[in-house]
T-cell receptor, first 116, second 116 residues
């Protein structure tokens, strides 16, 4: 059973460009979470999605950031008009939809975004 | 709002010895989940152990165990027979049971060094 997949693993963008980060959850998982880790800091929650629904986006910046988890395909975190402060590691996690193990989130390897 | 505090930015231990990492949290809820995640240099987030607040028995996973003190809101991680591969950042995390969100709230982490 493959783990959570994220791509790309490293992404370099110039200021003003768009960044698209992809996350494929573990097989059978229908809950996806995005977290951001700034250098030397802990992970900060951004958004929680289920298929075709945003459940909690309380950690998402109000502008330039958006996320989706379509019926088919991976979850996408999109950052428009990137700025240097967006440089960070972005982690995706997934959890099962079955009760009992829903509490445990399994993380992907992360995408390191560098904005020049 | 819930908070998680890890007051030890760095810890070190001799190989084969035991080390304890501290974590405290603040919440007004009575039921929740607590987790320890490990982040080695690869930056992958790996689940180490999890504890349900309604369980009085401390969780154990091989060489890893927790000391869960609910009244004191303390959740420390004990690593026995430390190995070189245990060197990593360790993050404590909290998840509410009742709120309509599955987000994890992380502490700032403790960097563990293991000396041969």
């Amino acid at each position: 059973n493959a783990g959570v997949m994220q791509n790309p693993r490293h992404l370099v963008r110039r200021r003003g460009q768009e960044a698209r980060l992809r996350c494929s959850p573990m097989k059978g998982h229908s809950h996806v979470y995005w977290y951001r880790q700034l250098p030397e800091e802990g992970l900060k929650f951004m958004v929680y999605l289920q298929k075709e629904n945003i459940i909690d986006e309380s950690g998402m910046p109000k502008e330039r950031f958006s996320a989706e988890f379509p019926k088919e395909g991976p979850s996408i975190l999109r950052i428009q008009q990137v700025v240097r402060g967006d440089s960070a590691a972005y982690f995706c996690a997934s959890s099962p939809s079955l009760a009992g193990d829903q509490e445990t989130q399994y993380f992907g390897p992360g995408t390191r975004l560098l904005v020049l | 709002a819930q908070t998680v505090t890890q007051s030890q930015p760095e810890m070190s231990v001799q190989e084969a010895e035991t080390v304890t990492l501290s974590c405290t949290y603040d919440t007004s809820e009575s039921d929740y989940y607590l987790f320890w995640y490990k982040q080695p240099p690869s930056r992958q987030m790996i689940l180490v152990i999890r504890q349900e607040a309604y369980k009085q028995q401390n969780a154990t996973e091989n060489r890893f165990s927790v000391n869960f003190q609910k009244a004191a809101k303390s959740f420390s991680l004990k690593i026995s027979d430390s190995q070189l591969g245990d060197a990593a950042m360790y993050f404590c995390a909290y998840r509410s049971l009742w709120q309509n969100t599955d987000k994890l709230i992380f502490g700032t982490g403790t960097r563990l060094q293991v000396f041969p």
